[in-house]
Every structure is written in structure tokens, then in C-alpha cells.
């Protein structure tokens, strides 16, 4: 006759040797799979979740309307635009007209900084007040779309 261990007999039992207590029956208490737990409150795998899943936690979504219309308007200073003509010239920004040289900078504000040495009529989508001064005192114009 083969003994039995105390494990194998109990296991059929209704408690399984815990007692009336229902945390022994099934799988209970053997901890969650995978990320069970890592709830907001989760100390234990906190550290872990911000090293390598820095975004599992905190809010997630679509972005409001009113930050999708949001564009960015980059900031250029004169000397930059002096310097940079023949770029502008082709990457087809800079054109030549009746009027004279025309500079095409949407999506830029123009900056007073700097000198401009050249006669031209700048489409930007704003103007320091400064910047306007010298553009207008090198005999160009400064035109804001808006």
C-alpha cells in the first residue's frame, strides 16, 4: 500500500487544509498574471512601470479641438533672411516680379534683429514693429496675411 502525503489528500477536501477560509480554494493567492495590479495606487510595480512603460499610467486620448487649430507661427530675424536669399531663391520661395523681389514666409513672424540690405516685399504672417522700420527704410514692404 502506497502512504499518501498530507497534500494530495487534502486537495479533495472542501477547504484544502485552510480551514473554512475561501482564500485557499482554486488559485487564490497566487498573485495576479501579467500587469494585474498595477492600478494607480500600485507601489510594487511603480518603479517598474515608469522606467519601462512610462506611459502605461496618467490620461490618454484624443487632443481638444482647440489645440488641434493651434498652428505654430517660427520666429526669423532680418540678418537670417539677408543671409539666406539664395536659398529662399531655390527652394522657390523668393520670386522676382513688376514690383521687385518678393519673399513668400508663411508660417514665419520677422524679427527686427540684424540689417536688411536688399529691396523687398515680404508676405509673413506678422511683423516686430522694428523689423517693419527697416524693411520699409531699405525701400521694401512688409505684408501681413492673416
Same mark, same amino acid.
Given at each position: 500500500?502506497?502512504?499518501?502525503?498530507?497534500?494530495?489528500?487534502?486537495?479533495? *477536501?472542501?477547504?484544502?487544509?485552510?480551514?473554512?477560509?475561501?482564500?485557499?480554494?482554486?488559485?487564490?493567492?497566487?498573485?495576479?498574471?501579467?500587469?494585474?495590479?498595477?492600478? /494607480?495606487?500600485?507601489?510594487?510595480?511603480?518603479?517598474?512601470?515608469?522606467?519601462?512603460?512610462?506611459?502605461?499610467?496618467?490620461?490618454? *486620448?484624443?487632443?481638444?479641438?482647440?489645440?488641434?487649430?493651434?498652428?505654430?507661427?517660427?520666429?526669423?530675424?532680418?540678418?537670417?533672411?539677408?543671409?539666406?536669399?539664395?536659398?529662399?531663391?531655390?527652394?522657390?520661395?523668393?520670386? /522676382?516680379?513688376?514690383?521687385?523681389?518678393?519673399?513668400?514666409?508663411?508660417?514665419?513672424?520677422?524679427? *527686427?534683429?540684424?540689417?536688411?540690405?536688399?529691396?523687398?516685399?515680404?508676405?509673413?504672417?506678422?511683423?516686430?514693429?522694428?523689423?517693419?522700420?527697416?524693411?520699409?527704410?531699405?525701400?521694401?514692404?512688409?505684408?501681413?496675411?492673416?
Amino acid at each position: 500500500m502506497v502512504k499518501r502525503d498530507k497534500r494530495s489528500r487534502l486537495r479533495g *477536501g472542501r477547504t484544502a487544509g485552510r480551514g473554512s477560509r475561501k482564500k485557499g480554494r482554486g488559485s487564490g493567492q497566487r498573485g495576479g498574471v501579467g500587469m494585474a495590479g498595477s492600478g /494607480k495606487k500600485s507601489a510594487q510595480k511603480l518603479v517598474f512601470l515608469k522606467k519601462y512603460f512610462p506611459d502605461y499610467l496618467g490620461k490618454k *486620448g484624443f487632443k481638444s479641438v482647440g489645440q488641434r487649430l493651434q498652428t505654430k507661427v517660427m520666429a526669423i530675424n532680418l540678418e537670417d533672411i539677408s543671409r539666406k536669399l539664395n536659398g529662399f531663391e531655390k527652394e522657390g520661395l523668393l520670386k /522676382k516680379t513688376a514690383e521687385g523681389k518678393e519673399l513668400n514666409l508663411e508660417g514665419y513672424k520677422v524679427l *527686427g534683429e540684424g540689417e536688411l540690405k536688399e529691396k523687398l516685399i515680404i508676405n509673413a504672417d506678422g511683423f516686430s514693429d522694428s523689423a517693419k522700420k527697416k524693411i520699409e527704410a531699405s525701400g521694401g514692404k512688409a505684408v501681413e496675411k492673416k
